[in-house]
């Protein structure tokens, strides 16, 4: 056998790893600090869930004794957590979701950790919690993308990894997927919305902090699936409401996303700039706005909307036909306030609520799956990335059979929400971030310019 034929040399010189690679200590123990810090990943995101509920619990127990108290509560906790995210937590407002995007295509390491840092992770589970308590329109899976993205930037600092690109990504891959208890979400979510490629590089730093992340949720929690086992499913004889759920559902989100940019604009400019010089006011008017709705609907609008949505797939509820418009408005609201917190479970509310409405006027349609078809119909029409939401709700609800109509109404609702918001939410927002970073940077020199544009925060889903 000639030495080019040899199975020792079958791989080319530039593939082969060499092999004290595989037992050196160095290697090993940036293996462990990094399956440490995926680790950590998961386990805060199930305490994060945990006192999310207690959150939530407190503030429907105080709404329900007295349902006059959301509108001193919820104008003066989002004004608090928009003055607290502005002055000492900067870069925690929204989601988070924007920020791990935006900082993935920074150079400079002390840039970047004004977005992503222990600090900002931190502020964003404290004031996350704030929000839920005082009424708002928010989720805390979201969060979990930026607090994730931190926690491993962190521990690859520490390894000594130096492929902060990639770590960001495998830290939102895992947040999402120990939120959620979706592993498969979880690496969909870092290839088509984070990082709209994919890296052969990042490749293996996604799948093991998502394994990590998700174990340790398992562990503590258990296997369980987020909005419980559905036995739900269509046939092609209700493509009606595959048809429907996608149509409303592409529509209403790609409405969301164009309302949240549209109003987060004029918030920046509105009044000649004033309004901008005002957040904390801003934040204020947003909740007694909330309040409003939330009264108006015997407080349905209230908190993340698990709750209702839950009740709805199960058929254990009705939800009325303003609950949807109604959510949505609320959410938009709590998105463009500057307080911390995400759109993912508030979104799936309102796509239980298009899917109650829907199921309505089509009665012969199993109900549990027009709700499905019409949850990923609107979460795929707000973030514009139809695979996440296909198998996102397909692992929540453990319904693998629903997944071929569930993929016809992502594609409808993308193909539409386009039309409506030609710009991704996630995206538009992420080049705001830069651009306020840049602005930032560009005041060093000129600092009455900068003040004029980063005096208002950028609100984010």
């Excluded at 928009?82 to 924007?98: E, K, N, T």
């Excluded at 992420?430 to 609100?459: I, N, Q, R, V």
Aim: proline share 7%.
């Amino acid at each position: 056998m000639s030495p080019s034929n040899s199975p020792h040399h079958a791989l080319p010189p530039r593939l082969r790893r060499p092999r004290h690679v595989w037992v050196s200590p160095t290697t090993w123990r940036r293996r462990l600090l990094f399956w440490a810090g995926a680790g950590a990943v998961g386990l805060i995101a199930v305490l994060f869930a945990v006192a999310a509920d207690y959150a939530q619990a407190l503030f429907q127990a105080a709404n329900g004794a007295l349902p006059w108290l959301p509108f001193l509560m919820t104008p003066a906790g989002l004004a608090l957590s928009a003055w607290v995210a502005l002055r000492v937590v900067p870069g925690s407002q929204g989601s988070g979701i924007p920020q791990a995007i935006a900082a993935r295509h920074l150079q400079d390491p002390a840039v970047k950790r004004r977005l992503l840092s222990p600090r900002i992770a931190v502020g964003k589970i404290l004031l996350t919690l704030l929000g839920l308590a005082c009424g708002a329109s928010i989720g805390r899976e979201g969060p979990t993308v930026q607090i994730g993205a931190s926690v491993m930037l962190v521990a690859g600092s520490v390894a000594g990894l130096g492929r902060e690109p990639g770590l960001i990504l495998a830290g939102g891959a895992a947040g999402v997927a120990a939120a959620f208890n979706t592993p498969l979400a979880g690496i969909v979510f870092a290839i088509e919305e984070m990082a709209r490629s994919f890296e052969k590089r990042t490749s293996s730093l996604v799948l093991v902090a998502v394994v990590a992340a998700g174990l340790v949720a398992i562990a503590i929690q258990g296997n369980y699936a987020y909005f419980g086992h559905t036995a739900a499913a269509v046939g092609w004889h209700d493509w009606e409401a595959v048809l429907a759920a996608g149509i409303l559902g592409g529509l209403a989100g790609g409405g969301f996303s164009s309302l949240l940019l549209w109003m987060s604009a004029g918030i920046r400019g509105g009044f000649g700039g004033r309004l901008a010089r005002h957040p904390v006011l801003v934040a204020a008017g947003c909740g007694l706005a909330l309040a409003a709705i939330g009264f108006a609907t015997g407080g349905l609008t209230f908190g993340t909307g698990y709750e209702q949505a839950r009740a709805t797939l199960d058929g254990m509820e009705v939800l009325p036909w303003y609950y949807a418009p109604a959510k949505l408005l609320a959410t938009a609201l709590s998105g463009v306030c500057g307080i911390p917190g995400g759109i993912f479970s508030p979104s799936l509310s309102v796509g239980a609520g298009i899917g109650s409405l829907i199921g309505g006027l089509l009665p012969d349609s199993p109900q549990g799956a027009v709700v499905l078809l019409s949850m990923v119909g609107y979460f795929a029409g707000v973030v514009q990335a139809p695979l996440t939401a296909v198998i996102i709700v397909t692992e929540m609800s453990a319904s693998p059979d629903m997944l071929l109509p569930l993929m016809v109404s992502a594609m409808i609702a993308t193909t539409l929400s386009r039309l409506v918001c030609p710009r991704s939410v996630y995206h538009a927002m992420a080049e705001g971030f830069l651009d306020l970073l840049k602005a930032g940077e560009a005041g060093k020199a000129a600092p009455e310019t900068a003040a004029s544009k980063t005096a208002s925060t950028l609100p984010s889903p």
